[in-house]
């Protein structure tokens, strides 16, 4: 498999890199003549000619890395040989006739994004226990298949992974006579070919990137950050450019730029540089092209990466879309800067909280900001013209929550680089009724047992390393003989973040099980 | 319990007689050496001599993949049959000289057929029953055909093409023919008696179809035939009492299947509150215990149906099986060695490494076989 998972990680991306080498149309419609004929060519020695185009292709609608995966497969189980400059036209060309929609793509997009930490919540049990055992539910809700091809998948699905009868979850069940009897249905009506949403974006004109954002964003254990991207076209390719500031405690300055396709219309997928740091790019642009969001992420370590949204300069309204700091104590004076568009109207707030300007332009105002020693902790509104935000007076720390709750890490080792936790401090304090949220915090990390067995294997003293900024490190995958057992490196810790507040500290508790590698990295797992 | 006990020392008397008979006829002829049979990646099997605890021969698995499945002794002890090629092939070595002297390769033009673990051989050295899943590769889509079972004949060579066939239920993983060759039983959802010429269902033993009272489903899947000593197939069964809280520990109960290959008495016995996984047991040939082993190794007492012994093994081993005078436990599958255990005791008393760049057992049968001695 190791020889499959290099191919799968770079994925997409490959193509975007080789293709850059060659110059192709910028005519969509000149591309969709070529990627038809591609198609034609590549694939209809097997696939037959039905009514309404191939056999099996024209049945089945997928993401571009559903589309990838599907070619991978017939170059790995069927002989297809095609090169990189094809394939990449031909998932263009298939994601933009038989792709999904920005809706119905949505509620998958932190699979799409190559997050390490999501809750994936199945329809129900049963196609969590038939489809989620295995996948994540995004694999599937993905696709969009008639019913008829539903049930060849299950067909192709037994015929090449025949132990899946016999697996947990499923030998419990008549899972062959469920599948084919019940499971394609349900599938078929979830999931179904042919929904007016796609009809109508398919036919929709499709919105340019090309432009200036204003771009905000946080990367996990460092901080938020703000700044510029601009995109400009060349072919079929978008170039984007990124002057960006770190709003965390580095405060550096983040330069960069990719080279990015916009399949369907809408998914933007990007390759670049961010300091120095190689990069890959999961955006969605939205319906009425005046925003995008997603995440990128390190191009070897998919756990490390930030959050992104930008939003069009051209005609934006006045709005604060991050700030520097969420939070003051009372009786504290300090920076804080706003970040947004539109921001040059008269600067308020509410009384309690005094403010002076430091500077200010369309984008940002840095505030110099006192809380009034007196002041009853709670949220305060500040206003930049017509732009609204809010700061959080605090007198005391009264909790600390850990954020994610609980998730996963896992052991790297050989071709399969370890898959690390970042974890997150806030403060909260009481309020009349509930707690008020103060804000994300620098912590002290430490980890512990979770419970007795964990006590009793020193899973601490095996499972890996937390830094100071909240990163959990796993240690090296395989059987280790300084272990009882021989066993891995496997553990079950308590995660514990401590936030001082003057002379007291305050610390929260999460939950982190550290499991074995991943043997393969498909682009949707 | 009391009625198993006594079927199984009658079984033990009567095996004990016949081992006595074929020890004095081969005693005559030469002299022989129990030797038990283990597989490792990258395809190669091993047979050790576990008195003198070493390795004394090792074949390379023509065309094998990397991975050796289940496998079977012909009843001479001369040959060793191996799923193994991802279980799309069952590959017949001679033990001596690693020649390959049977092979069959499942794939028939565009019909993809796979194995999963389940297959015997005919007490008389025959033929081989094999489970086949059978997929038709069709120009863009797969089709799914009914799931059988292969007959095939021993001496067919190396291009064993099957001489019978019959449908089977889904989701078999375990064939075992009777000590009589009268019956081939399937082991799936239930356990399915067959005629091994037509196929015909003639009973089927209850699992899935078990109809205790306040207990859930039974959860089986075993695919370690590990029976030589005792003709009698054993493995875990685990369920919940319904009637039970679900954070009762009592709710959790592990029972020992066994299944009589020689008088067909089939039987479920709990044994303990779910405390461990056991992936495999074995029969002791005395009848009055099984060992089960993962990362234990347990024993226990088949007259009272209790644990009577547990201990912590240095790693996790899948497959158990035990000296033809019960005098030695041996554990293997997984990793790269076989240990051997005092059954009384449970003290570990040997391990031996397996050669050839071993990359692990896996799934690998532990078999033992009585034969000429190798020289």
Redesign the interface.
């Known amino acids: 498999m190791s020889g499959k998972r290099g191919l799968f990680i770079s994925g997409l991306m490959l193509f975007v890199l080789s293709a850059v080498l060659t110059p192709v149309s910028a005519d969509d419609s000149t591309n969709s003549i070529k990627g038809k004929a591609l198609v034609n060519d590549y694939c209809a020695a097997?696939?037959?000619q039905a009514d309404k185009g191939?056999?099996?292709i024209s049945d089945v609608r997928k993401t571009p890395e559903g589309w990838d995966m599907t070619i991978f497969r017939m170059e790995h189980l069927h002989g297809l040989a095609v090169d990189s400059d094809d394939r990449f036209a031909i998932i263009k060309y298939l994601s933009a006739e038989n792709g999904l929609s920005p809706k119905e793509s949505a509620p998958f997009r932190f699979v799409l994004e190559q997050r390490a930490h999501f809750v994936d919540t199945a329809p129900n049990e049963d196609l969590d226990a038939l489809c989620g055992r295995c996948h994540t539910n995004a694999r599937y809700g993905l696709q969009r298949r008639t019913a008829e091809d539903w049930l060849?998948h299950m067909?192709?699905h037994?015929?090449?992974y025949?132990?899946l009868?016999?697996q947990?979850r499923a030998?419990?069940r008549?899972?062959?006579q469920e599948v084919t009897s019940k499971t394609y249905k349900e599938l078929a009506e979830l999931y179904p070919f042919q929904t007016a949403d796609w009809d109508q974006w398919k036919a929709a004109a499709y919105k340019s990137p090309v432009g200036l954002w204003r771009v905000t964003g946080h990367r996990p254990g460092q901080g938020g950050y703000e700044g510029i991207m601009t995109v400009s076209r060349t072919g079929d390719f978008f170039k984007a450019e990124y002057d960006l500031n770190d709003m965390g405690q580095k405060g550096e300055s983040i330069t960069g730029n990719s080279k990015s396709v916009v399949y369907t219309g809408y998914e933007w997928r990007g390759s670049g540089i961010l300091n120095g740091i190689e990069t890959r790019e999961v955006y969605a642009l939205s319906e009425d092209g005046n925003r995008m969001t997603g995440r990128w992420h390190d191009a070897i370590h998919y756990d490390i990466g930030g959050e992104f949204q930008a939003v069009r300069m051209d005609g934006a309204e006045t709005q604060v879309l991050t700030k520097s700091s969420d939070y003051i104590r009372q009786g504290e004076t300090k920076k804080v800067s706003l970040h947004g568009t539109g921001l040059t109207g008269k600067v308020s707030a509410d009384k309690g909280l005094g403010l002076s300007v430091i500077h200010q332009n369309s984008t940002s105002v840095t505030l110099q900001v006192t809380a009034d020693k007196n002041a009853a902790p709670g949220s305060y509104g500040v206003t930049v013209g017509q732009a609204e935000t809010a700061i959080v007076v605090y007198d005391k720390i009264d909790m600390v929550k850990i954020t994610p709750e609980w998730t996963i890490a896992r052991l790297g080792g050989g071709n399969s680089p370890a898959v690390s936790a970042q974890f997150e401090a806030t403060a909260y304090m009481k309020g009349k009724t509930d707690e008020i949220k103060i804000g994300i915090m620098p912590a002290l990390w430490q980890i512990k047992p979770f419970n007795a067995d964990a006590k009793q294997m020193k899973d601490v003293d095996f499972a890996g390393r937390i830094d100071q900024s909240g990163r959990f490190m796993p240690a090296a995958a395989g059987?280790n003989p300084d272990r009882?057992?021989?066993?891995n490196n496997a553990g079950n810790l308590a995660i514990i973040g401590l936030i001082k507040d003057g002379d007291h500290q305050v610390s929260g508790k999460a939950q982190l099980i550290v499991t074995v590698q991943r043997w393969n990295l498909p682009p949707i797992r | 319990m009391g009625k198993i006990g006594i079927i199984l020392v009658g079984a033990f008397l009567l095996s004990q007689a016949l081992l006595s008979q074929v020890g004095q006829t081969e005693a005559q002829a030469a002299e022989t050496t129990e030797y038990l049979i283990t597989g490792t990646k990258p395809g190669y099997i091993h047979i050790l001599d576990m008195k003198k605890q070493e390795v004394v021969r090792s074949h390379k698995v023509p065309n094998a993949g990397r991975t050796i499945f289940s496998m079977a002794p012909s009843p001479d002890g001369k040959v060793v049959y191996i799923m193994t090629n991802r279980?799309k092939s069952l590959v017949g070595l001679d033990i001596d000289t690693g020649e390959q002297l049977f092979r069959a390769d499942f794939i028939e033009g565009n019909i993809?057929r796979?194995g999963?673990f389940a297959f015997d051989v005919s007490r008389d050295g025959r033929e081989l029953y094999v489970y086949q899943?059978s997929?038709e590769?069709l120009?863009?889509?797969?089709?799914?055909l009914p799931t059988r079972i292969a007959v095939y004949d021993t001496s067919s060579g190396l291009n064993a093409r099957p001489i019978r066939t019959f449908e089977a239920p889904?989701?078999i993983?375990m064939l075992m023919k009777s000590k009589d060759d009268n019956w081939l039983y399937a082991m799936g959802?239930d356990i399915y008696k067959m005629n091994p010429e037509t196929g015909e269902i003639v009973e089927t033993l209850p699992l899935r179809n078990w109809t205790l009272e306040n207990r859930s489903?039974p959860?089986v899947?075993d695919f370690w035939p590990l029976w030589d000593q005792t003709d009698i197939f054993s493995t875990p069964v685990y369920s919940v009492k319904t009637d039970l809280a679900a954070d009762d520990p009592a709710a959790y109960k592990t029972g020992l299947l066994t299944l009589d290959l020689e008088s067909g008495k089939y039987e479920i016995n709990d044994f303990e509150d779910t405390s461990v996984l056991i992936f495999s047991t074995v029969i002791s040939p005395n009848g009055k215990h099984a060992f089960g082993t993962y990362?234990q190794l347990s024993k226990i007492d088949l007259d009272s149906n209790r644990l009577i012994g547990r201990i912590?093994?240095?790693?996790?081993y899948y497959a158990v099986n035990i000296a033809a005078d019960g005098s030695q436990v041996y554990v293997g599958g997984a990793?790269c060695d076989v240990a051997t255990y005092d059954p009384e005791t449970l003290k570990k008393i040997g391990q031996i490494f397996l050669p050839k760049g071993c990359g692990d057992q896996s799934t690998a049968s532990l078999r033992m076989i009585q034969r000429e001695t190798l020289k």
Do not use: N
């Not at chain 1, 009882?484 to 066993?487: F, H, N, R």
């Not at chain 2, 912590?312 to 996790?316: E, L, S």
């Open positions: 097997c696939h037959e191939l056999a099996r060849k067909h192709f037994v015929g090449q025949p132990s009868e016999y947990a030998r419990d008549f899972w062959w059987p009882k057992y021989s066993t | 279980m993809r796979q999963f899943l997929t590769i120009l863009s889509e797969y089709k799914q889904r989701r993983h959802f489903l959860d899947l990362t912590d093994q240095d790693h996790t990793a």
